[in-house]
């Protein structure tokens, strides 16, 4: 995707900050309290810098991928991408994939972030909880022109810290939508893997995101 509209750089911004606030989770028993509690004074260190890091691209990547390696479950959301066709996959191709598929994220969302302009940040009192270690965290980001867009991370808890296992973006709901285009690319390479692992990017349409979905 060469072009990114203001709400896909919400997306990206978006994921930053919960891998910022959430890598202080393992003490915290409410990841929403740990958000509104560390949301004010970690994203102090991305204002202001968003110059330096257009001049340094690969240094925001190292920083975003340093920040979510604790708290985004790549692995569990690379198997889930691949869905039915995890199972038939060698363990070399899953785990070429997981790689892939975080690398071409982060890129992607790292481009974004820099020159997406909000006004706020919300973070919501609500929080779904469909067991005891799942959870869901909703947010809104207020964009400089008054428009809002919510955010819902599904978490779930592993070895005692919790991790980010999906997002949903205005309604549409990204795991699903990475999941059918890698069963759309498998599809169309004859279920070749290595075809589908060497060519993935991260393909989310522009006007799918801005006139958002019911997920």
């Given at each position: ?109 790292a481009k974004g972030l820099v020159t997406f302009d909000y ?48 997002v949903i973006v205005n309604g549409i709901n990204l795991g ?10 498998m599809r169309n390479n004859n279920r070749d893997y290595d ?21």
């Amino acid at each position: 995707m060469n072009k990114f509209t203001p709400f896909f750089k919400f997306c990206a911004m978006s994921l930053l900050v919960l891998g910022l606030v959430m890598a202080q989770a393992q003490a915290q028993s409410s990841p929403v309290q740990t958000i509104r509690d560390s949301i004010d004074q970690l994203m102090s260190k991305i204002e202001g810098r968003h110059d330096y890091f257009k001049q340094h691209p690969n240094e925001l990547e190292t920083l975003v991928d340093d920040n979510l390696e604790d708290i985004a479950d790549f692995r569990y959301i690379g198997a889930s991408v691949m869905g039915r066709y995890f199972r038939n996959a060698s363990p070399e191709q899953r785990s070429r994939f997981v790689k892939t598929f975080r690398k071409t994220l982060i890129d992607t969302y790292a481009k974004g972030l820099v020159t997406f302009d909000y006004r706020d940040l919300r973070v919501l009192d609500s929080q779904g909880v469909s067991s005891g270690d799942q959870a869901s965290v909703d947010m809104e980001v207020v964009a400089t022109d008054g428009q809002v867009y919510p955010v819902s991370y599904s978490m779930r808890e592993h070895d005692g810290q919790w991790k980010v296992v999906n997002v949903i973006v205005n309604g549409i709901n990204l795991g699903l939508t990475f999941r059918n285009q890698f069963d759309q690319a498998m599809r169309n390479n004859n279920r070749d893997y290595d075809a589908v692992i060497n060519g993935w990017s991260p393909e989310v349409g522009t006007d799918e995101l801005e006139q958002g979905g019911d997920a």
